[in-house]
């Protein structure tokens, strides 16, 4: 009988492999990692990327897509994820209401048949799914256009999605996308937008105010439940990097008033202006820490969302290396924890114990 695999062996080998010290890898091995907005789905939709499949860095090296599958989710200890559909801007209401159905029946589906993954909708589901060993897969929807003419849509009534994007890069019945090209920069959120907010607040469906408009966004906070928390899933900062498509200290803060959290992307073109590392990420980071405490910043990669990545963040393995800059950088371990996931668990906890 072969002797069992030695775990402090594979993690220096891990150690060495990433170019970053031992306790950097057991720091991430012992946290509860949690990433906020993973679109890797798209690519199955589009073009039928197997998600059961261990892919490389792709055509591309690494950008763009092939950042993410499920063998590199569990290698790379990935606790739980908010998984994506992302809606088509195109086609009638009533056409993008089906085929939100028959996407999540589809996710469902490639969730149900991988053996260690569970889909979950609260905190004991997904407490459950991680004493068995398993990632706890939340269902997203990125547009909330998808939900198209149905005001108590079934799939909000059941609990099954977790948090739904208002906006994404183009402009829609519900308000305002904050992308120059979206043509409407300076309107906010309209009357079916704010019924929108009204009803994923009654199902206590997080609110995510990533890629909306400054005006839209503050129409959000006026209306949105203010017992319930906010979220931006994946997102820079203004402080850091001036960009359409990051957030103002008083957008961090108004998130942080209801509890809530903002998840740091890692996409390249709004970390900074070229030549983005890991370290940048982490200047984000700090920087709504320093705006808003320790207890409201996460992680939303974004992999697999079309986003050039950091030079040595290229994909889901990479994120000890993100641990290690934390460490040179004096954070405890404690606040690192919050970061990789211990504060979006808070929140869902605040919303759906």
Known sequence: MSAPPDPSAHIAARAKELGISVEAVELYSGSEMFDLHVESFIWTRLFGYRLDKRHGRGLFGGHFYSQLDFP????????????SIATNPLGSRRRL?????????????????????????????????????????FLAVQGGNA??????????????????????????????????????????LTHE?????????STRTFVDLAHISPKGFFDVVKTHDPTQPLVVTHTGVNGVFPSWR??????????????????????????????ARACHVVDHIAHVIQ??????????????????????????LDWPRLVQVMLDRGFSTDRIQKILGANFLRSLAQLRP
């Open 72 to 83: 590199r989710v569990l290698e790379a200890q990935i606790a739980g994820a908010q998984w």
């Open 97 to 137: 209401s089906r085929a939100l159905l028959k996407n999540v029946a589809t996710l469902d589906r490639l969730f149900a048949t991988e053996p260690g993954f569970q889909r979950v909708q609260t905190l004991s589901e997904y407490r459950r799914a991680r004493e068995r060993g398993q990632h706890a897969a």
């Open 147 to 188: 939900f198209g003419d149905e005001c108590s849509h079934p799939l909000l009534q059941s609990g099954r999605i977790i948090r739904v994007t208002l906006l994404h890069l183009t402009t829609s019945f519900l308000g305002s996308s904050s992308a120059p090209v979206s043509g409407f920069f300076g309107d906010g």
């Open 193 to 201: 937008g704010h019924e929108l907010v009204e009803l994923l607040n």
């Open 246 to 275: 990051n957030l103002s200290d008083e957008q961090i803060r108004a998130v942080a008033d209801t509890g809530g959290t903002v998840g740091i992307m890692a996409c390249s073109d709004f970390l900074r202006k070229r030549g």
């Open 291 to 316: 705006v808003a405490g320790e207890d409201h910043v996460c992680l939303g990669s974004d992999f697999d969302g079309l986003i050039r990545t950091p030079s040595d963040l290229r994909n889901c």
